[in-house]
């Protein structure tokens, strides 16, 4: 799994050279999610989306949260100048966001250094859309090094956070997998025709929406996954021994989705001369 380059990765890479770089990222990242619990997920989905889409290098500012990466760059800028780079911000902060909402705390190996590109094509191409099925789903994670037990640990992350309608439209009036009472209450805010209500909100784990626990693989057991792709994890295919241990085991879990966390963040990070360390989060240095 470990590429020559996450070798290069360390947790002690700013001992020496910024030492208060994890503390300055932790106090603005967990200050952020106290005042809006969503922005944990916002963060966790921001550095998910970094790895797959280009190696653990920030995509420049396209997705709700880098106004908190940006605050955090800013805070640790102002203790140590150009030393830290985005691509560790968001490695740390969605680590810090999953334990400030009460999921595991692992350690996180640093020393990436930034993309200088940001690509919209590869986002579309790499990153699994809400509509897969298990064999889309496997592929995607498997192409970056992933196994089946990471892909199906790191969709516990929609343990927290919320969708948008036209993410679960034709779920809500298609799937036959799905409880109907869950459907029927979730209709009221996507409306048919499709398009109607496409940016109204729905949270991914409705049980506990705030709280990073395993209750997003309970809600497969029983049939309510919000996403298409979420509900094809538990719908007797190989994945459904996996749902059930995590469901039942909350320890279990925690465990499996820190270890794939750190599996995820070592897909290709750039090291030593490669990159660049950003200024800005938000924009490429030019």
């Not at 700013?14 to 809006?36: F, G, N, W």
């Not at 109204?200 to 497969?220: G, M």
């Not at 298409?228 to 059930?244: A, E, I, Y």
Request: a neutral charge; charged letters at 15%; proline letters at 5%.
């Amino acid at each position: 799994m470990a590429s020559a380059a996450s070798a290069q990765l360390s947790s002690t890479f700013y001992d020496t050279s910024c030492p208060d770089a994890l503390s300055t990222i932790r106090r603005v990242v967990t200050a952020a999610v106290r005042s809006e619990p969503r922005m944990g997920a916002s963060l966790v989905r921001l550095h998910f989306h970094d790895c797959f889409v280009d190696g653990a290098a920030p995509n420049a500012g396209s997705i709700r949260g880098m106004n908190v990466i940006d605050n955090a760059k800013t805070q640790v800028e102002a203790v140590c100048k150009q030393t830290v780079s985005c691509a560790d911000i968001l490695a740390v902060a969605a680590r810090d966001s999953v334990f400030a909402l009460g999921g595991p705390f692992w350690t996180v190996p640093l020393g990436r250094r930034d993309s200088t590109t940001a690509s919209k094509t590869n986002a579309e191409n790499d990153l699994p859309p809400p509509s897969s099925d298990l064999q889309g789903l496997t592929d995607k994670f498997s192409n970056k090094g992933l196994s089946v037990t990471d892909m199906v640990a790191l969709s516990g992350a929609h343990t927290i956070g919320q969708s948008q309608c036209k993410n679960f439209w034709d779920r809500i009036y298609n799937d036959s997998n799905i409880d109907t009472a869950f459907a029927t209450s979730l209709k009221e805010n996507c409306p048919q025709p499709i398009g109607s209500g496409d940016s109204s909100l729905a949270p991914l784990d409705r049980t506990s929406p705030n709280a990073f626990d395993n209750a997003y693989y309970s809600n497969l057991l029983s049939q309510k996954g919000l996403l298409h792709s979420d509900q094809v994890l538990f719908n007797g295919g190989g994945t459904d021994n996996t749902v059930r241990s995590f469901a039942s085991n909350p320890a279990a879990f925690g465990s499996a989705f820190a270890t794939a966390m750190v599996n995820m963040g070592n897909i290709a990070p750039k090291t030593r001369t490669q990159g660049q360390i950003r200024l800005s989060c938000s924009k490429v240095k030019s």
